[in-house]
């Protein structure tokens, strides 16, 4: 080990956190980049005909990312989540590049369909290093401060409509720069991260069917699969959509729509990770399932904010239900990887949560492309968010039924 990695075990567990911040905000500042700067992008590139071709762009990003997730967290179990962690921000900062270059639809879809193969590398690896340095009562916050690099990502990408309105910059500009500071961060970030101990790999261990089997058979993991898919296609068509949706709901230009659509709900997202992150960790003193219990809190804030965005009637009541949401979605995010560490060994659970992406987000881009097929079949919001808040509604029930394992629930509360 070198010089420049010695550190106490707590200290460098901060450290990983802190490296892998900005990571996190490339990693949503690409994504919401093309929601907002859609208006610019679709005048620029006449190939694209209606709102369902959108959902097709942002959907073969899901796609792709889904089926490869659960290949990504495997190899992160099994191999070296920094390496991982690393080539994934390199490739997909040069892709975002790419992106910035694109003259047709074919190209477009193409181009998220690259991003898709290579995000879908990072989150699980993230994760799962992120609970190898934090196995006790500090985990929920790590996660928490790690997904508020998520908000601040997507905070900054809703800004990203006045970037493509600027004559002295565009949407081009926008992919390009942040493509090649991805890439340029790459390169420090894989000499300073490094892998924790780990124990002996076995046949057993280093069997992929192995895993696949344990994780499927294991009721809690089941139901945290459907618990994490069914709120997150509306987190979806919330994230892609909402900026086309008040841009047109209120005729705001289509810097204020982004700003509109993506400030105050990711704000209240980052307020909710952080702080459900301190009262989940606060809880799990007192009881084994104080994770479930704040993420299933987070769940029910839903139900009133699906209702207001599919019914307001000004552009205030829009913004302050996507507050609620956001606030709701920051304790339900920041405690999934934590409940998954409760109900799974740690050499499953990068595989594990990449199959969570698998499920939640190929459902989510279907969710995409079905909001834009019903849009244009003049389907009303109301309708389409109230039953976003009925699967929520359904999804604290299945939440409340996962039991944490007595093996898994003792590391927790450390």
């Known amino acids: 080990m070198t010089d420049s990695n010695q550190q106490s075990p707590s200290r460098y567990a901060w450290t990983i956190v802190a490296l892998l911040f900005p990571v996190a905000v490339l990693n949503y500042l690409d994504r919401q980049m093309l929601a907002t700067m859609k208006s610019s992008m679709v005048d620029a590139i006449p190939s694209i005909q209606n709102r369902e071709d959108w959902g097709l762009v942002l959907g073969s990003f899901k796609w792709v ?5 659960p ?26 590049w790419w992106t910035g270059h694109v003259t047709s639809l074919n190209e477009l879809i193409a181009a998220r369909a690259a991003m898709g193969i290579s995000e879908a590398f990072y989150i699980p690896a993230a ?21 508020a690099g998520i908000y601040v990502g997507l905070i900054l990408g809703g800004f990203a409509g006045y970037v493509a309105d600027s004559p002295d910059h565009g949407w081009r500009w926008a992919f390009s720069t ?38 499927v058979t294991n009721r809690n993991f089941i ?32 810097g204020q729509a982004g700003v509109s659509a993506v400030l105050w709900v990711q704000i209240a997202s980052l307020v909710g ?23 299933a809190i987070g769940m029910v804030l839903f139900l009133p904010a699906l209702f207001g965005v599919g019914n307001a009637t000004v552009l205030s009541t829009a913004i302050i239900s996507l507050v609620i949401f956001g606030i709701g979605w920051g304790f339900f995010d920041t405690n999934n990887m934590p409940i998954l560490c409760q109900i799974s060994r740690p050499e499953t659970r990068a595989t594990g949560y990449g199959i969570m992406n698998l499920v939640s987000i190929s459902c989510g881009g279907f969710g995409d492309w079905g909001f834009g097929y019903l849009l244009d079949k003049k389907v009303p919001l109301n309708l389409i968010f109230g039953a976003f808040a009925g699967v929520a509604l359904l999804s604290v029930f299945i939440v409340l ?11 927790q509360r450390k």
């Not at 990312?65 to 997730?69: D, E, K, M, Q, R």
């Not at 990770?273 to 993420?295: C, E, N, T, Y």
């Not at 039991?403 to 629930?409: I, K, L, V």
Request: with cysteine.
């Open 223 to 254: 139901l945290l699969v459907i618990y994490f898919t069914l709120p997150a296609i509306a987190g979806w068509v919330v994230k892609d959509w909402m900026p086309a949706i008040l841009k047109e709901k209120f005729g705001l230009g289509q």
């Open 273 to 295: 990770a952080v702080v459900g992150g301190l009262l989940a960790d606060k809880w799990m003193s007192r009881s084994a399932r104080g994770r479930i219990f704040v993420s």
């Open 71 to 96: 290949f990504a967290g495997f190899l992160a179990d099994r191999f070296s989540r920094r390496h991982v962690i690393g080539f994934s921000l390199l490739c997909w900062s040069a892709v975002t």
């Open 127 to 147: 994760l799962a290093l992120i609970s190898d340095y934090h196995t006790g009562n500090t985990r929920s916050r790590a996660v928490g401060i790690h997904q």
């Open 401 to 411: 039924m996962i039991r944490p394992t007595s093996a898994n629930a003792g590391e």
């Open 65 to 69: 990312y889904a089926i490869l997730s």
């Open 178 to 215: 942040c493509g090649i500071i991805g890439i340029l961060y790459s390169l420090p970030l894989l000499g300073m991260l490094r892998n924790p101990p780990r124990a002996p790999r076995t046949a057993t261990s280093a069997s992929a069917l192995t895993s696949l089997r344990e994780l």
